[in-house]
């Protein structure tokens, strides 16, 4: 019997390992591609004998010609501004919202959860054009608020948040605050903050990762070359590179760098602070 359960446990175990390994090799195995074709000329990429190591080595001339030609760093750089601005501003207010609606209670409090949470189920692109409009408006074509401001209160972030807040800040330390004369801010700052910070980090890996991989709206807002985020150029790099594989693929390989490298160095907080929220009610 024992035999018996040491074999399905092995080959349960083998067939895990198996799985995962494929799942791998899919996941990883494009990136491998895009990193090794920004170091091959044309002729390399579309050969009908592909190799994933460029013959001639790992030379550069592709991306100094991307760097000689493109405001590259200029894109990564309004990336970086952009991101961390709306992560910030997400967390902040998402998290006042968030643990507004799971500590207070105020009239029509459900109904307007229930609006919110129905939001989440309209299309992006249904509000490109209203948006736009309303942005060139107030002048902000081709200016970093467009980018930031819309996007900063997503109904997710607060549904997240929210589930944190209700099992997360238990309502008997808000309570004994209140009774030693700790006003709703001082509450807030030095109690909830802390307790709520698992779901606020995992809300600001993603909001962080969404926005620097935002594509469609900031080409919209955007002319200008130098204001482009480095997704956004990215579009133009490609429409200019025909016949050149090479660069548009140094370019992604350099855009993509900053997302891989943050979800590598905290992938651990961001499970283990969703895994905290699911659930709770």
């Not at 040491?6 to 990136?31: D, E, H, M, Q, W």
């Not at 991307?66 to 601005?85: E, H, Q, T």
């Not at 980018?147 to 330390?173: H, T, Y």
Request: proline fraction near 5%.
């Amino acid at each position: 019997m024992e035999a018996s359960y040491s074999f399905k446990n092995l080959l349960y175990k083998t067939l895990s390992i198996a799985l995962l390994g494929i799942v791998i090799i899919i996941t990883v195995y494009p990136f491998l591609l895009m990193l090794m074709g920004s170091f091959k000329e044309d002729y390399e990429i579309f050969s009908l004998t592909p190799a994933i190591l460029p013959r001639n080595g790992f030379k550069l001339t592709i991306y100094k010609e991307l760097v000689d030609n493109w405001p590259i760093f200029r894109g990564m750089l309004n990336s970086i501004i952009v991101s961390v601005s709306a992560t910030a501003l997400t967390c902040f207010f998402c998290t006042l919202a968030g643990y507004t609606f799971a500590k207070f209670k105020f009239p029509f409090k459900n109904g307007l959860f229930m609006f919110l949470i129905a939001s989440m189920m309209i299309p992006s692109v249904a509000t490109l054009v209203p948006s736009y409009l309303i942005v060139r408006g107030l002048g902000g074509v081709n200016k970093y608020w467009p980018l930031i401001v819309p996007g900063a209160v997503p109904a997710f972030g607060i549904f997240m948040i929210r589930q944190f807040a209700i099992s997360g800040v238990p309502i008997d330390a808000i309570n004994y605050a209140r009774v030693e004369g700790a006003k709703e801010g001082t509450i807030l700052m030095k109690i909830a903050f802390p307790m709520l910070a698992p779901g606020i980090f995992s809300l600001a890996i993603l909001t962080f990762m969404n926005t620097w991989n935002d594509f469609l709206w900031p080409i919209i807002i955007t002319t200008d070359r130098e204001m482009l985020t480095v997704t956004a150029l990215l579009r133009s790099i490609g429409d200019a590179s025909l016949g050149n594989y090479g660069i548009l693929l140094a370019a992604t390989t350099l855009s993509t760098l900053p997302v891989i490298i943050l979800y590598i160095a905290f992938h651990k907080q961001l499970i283990k602070g969703i895994l905290e929220g699911m659930g709770k009610e």
